[in-house]
């Protein structure tokens, strides 16, 4: 649908854990409302630099301190986390910057692809221990997603994603967002309405059933091996909260798919992915 009935304007970075942990809601609302619904993403820039940074709610003030706060999150949202990637010594991350920066880049290029690219920023960081501050990991990704490499390196060393990603900055900030994720729901009307923080599907689906004019059908998915083709990896998590199963239940049904050749288990963290 190229006219959405609700538009949901997500502000994130590619770092943030609840973010991360917000996937298997935000693929439960498309599973349900399939193209009635659409996601815009805005770049949040959580950290400029870690040296001058501090979370109080969490006790952040060092990229080492950030572990325990992944773990802590995972353990509650369900996602896979990889927490040592903030204790490497090799890992000289200081912003998040640079990946919002990417993910600009990715956009000039394609919406869709952006999305997808996002995503394996998101994995990559949060489950792989990839250091996605990094251009030649950035790239890498880039490439696994469709995406022209050598445009997306040009918008990058051209400054323009840079721009692109201060424009995000600027809007978010005019409208006093600072913590993520950060969603603002509108339909084509211009009502409103804004979530701060981790929301449940429930809460998704009540605000859009407010939000539509009249309501909106819902869609059930056909099964899980055609859930996990359709995105290529999704994690546990992902599969309980789409189908209504409980982590437990819902990996027993995975890891049977991967005893029958259809599906891969991908160890991540302190969790796994699968692929089709």
């Known amino acids: 649908m190229d006219n959405p009935v609700v538009t949901i304007t997500y502000y994130t970075d590619p770092y943030c854990t609840w973010c991360w942990g917000s996937e298997p809601i935000l693929r439960h609302v498309l599973e349900s409302y399939g193209d009635q619904v659409a996601i815009v993403y805005k770049m949040g820039g959580l950290v400029e630099d870690m040296s001058n940074f501090h979370d109080a709610a969490n006790q952040i003030s060092t990229k080492e301190q950030v572990a325990p706060h992944w773990r802590e999150a995972s353990e509650r949202h369900g996602m896979p986390v990889d927490e040592s990637i903030f204790l490497d010594p090799e890992n000289d991350f ?50 696994e997603v469709g995406l022209d490499v050598a445009a997306f390196e040009a918008a990058i060393a051209s400054g323009e994603a840079e721009k692109a990603f201060r424009r995000d900055l600027e809007e978010a900030r005019s409208k006093g967002i600072s913590g993520f994720p950060t969603f603002i729901l509108g339909n084509r009307t211009g009502g409103a309405l804004a979530f701060y923080g981790y929301r449940t599907y429930d809460e998704f689906a009540r605000a859009i059933d407010q939000l539509a004019p009249e309501p909106l059908k819902k869609l059930a998915p056909e099964s899980i091996e055609k859930f996990v083709a359709k995105y290529g990896r999704v994690a546990t998590q992902e599969v309980a909260e789409v189908f209504g199963l409980s982590r437990a239940n819902a990996k027993t049904k995975l890891e049977q798919l991967t005893a029958a050749g259809i599906l891969r288990r991908l160890p991540r963290g302190n969790g796994e992915l699968w692929e089709a």
């Open 94 to 143: 200081t912003s998040t910057w640079p990946a919002n920066i990417a993910f600009k880049a990715a956009e000039l290029q394609s919406l869709e692809l952006a999305g997808k690219y996002l995503r394996r920023l998101r994995e990559a960081a949060a489950s792989e221990h990839r250091f996605i501050h990094k251009l030649d990991v950035q790239a890498e990704l880039a490439g």
